[in-house]
């Protein structure tokens, strides 16, 4: 069965990418931590060995950064987060049998996670990877299921729960993985990885 992951990141344009995080370090030093995950995060998910990887890009599909990687990269489709990823799983799953999806600053996850993210479609419809803040930092699917996507409260600490209660309800065959974090602030950093600090004082706005 063929395997794919889907990596969602934003392309590199200044004052657009890891906002949160510029506000305490600046809009240029945010910037140069969003490529430093992108890097990671694109580094971890071809060791994985999967099938296939490529990007979905949201602000410029063009960017030369993203290109950077020799990856296929594709614009995202849709407003809405959820309508975008739905959108991607579905493109993914008319090519592979086993699709997940990852963002570009899932900074905690590393390719043996991600081999058994893809495992665990040979056994469930739908895998997900939950996040410490009440997120989950990787979705993935052997079968279109556009009902996880729909009325979730995107960007909000309940995101993992009511996407755990359409799986209930629906009574959906899925697998939750080991909890893992993601980077928006620089509390995360100092918290989990302040080697992405390193050499950025002269880049401070």
């Known amino acids: 069965m063929s395997t794919l992951i889907q990596i969602f990141a934003k ?9 949160r995080l510029a506000h305490e370090v600046g809009a240029v030093a945010a910037l140069e931590i969003h490529r430093r995950l992108c890097r ?5 998910a071809r060791a994985a060995r999967a099938d296939a990887v490529e990007i979905w890009a949201a602000l410029d599909a063009a960017d030369p950064f993203l290109h950077s990687f020799q990856l296929p990269v594709h614009e995202q489709q849709g407003r809405e ?13 008319a090519r592979h049998q086993r699709v ?20 665990s479609l040979q056994n469930c419809n739908v895998v997900i990877g939950p996040a410490l803040d009440g997120g989950y930092v ?3 699917a052997r079968k279109s299921s ?42 995360d950093i100092h918290h989990h990885a302040p080697e992405l600090l390193h050499g950025l004082d002269q880049l401070r706005d």
């Open 81 to 93: 987060l959820g309508t975008r990823m739905d959108f991607a799983l579905r493109h993914g799953l």
């Open 100 to 119: 997940i999806l990852i963002g570009a600053d899932a900074y905690s996850l590393h390719a043996t996670y991600l081999q058994n993210a893809l495992l």
């Open 11 to 19: 392309a590199a344009v200044l004052g657009h990418v890891k906002t």
């Open 40 to 44: 990671k995060v694109v580094e971890q």
């Open 138 to 140: 990787l979705v993935g």
């Open 146 to 187: 556009p009902a996880i996507f729909r009325d979730i409260p995107w960007g909000t600490s309940d995101v993992m729960a009511a996407t755990l209660d359409v799986m209930l309800e629906k009574m959906m065959s899925f697998e939750l993985l080991a909890e893992r974090w993601d980077i928006d602030t620089l509390a």
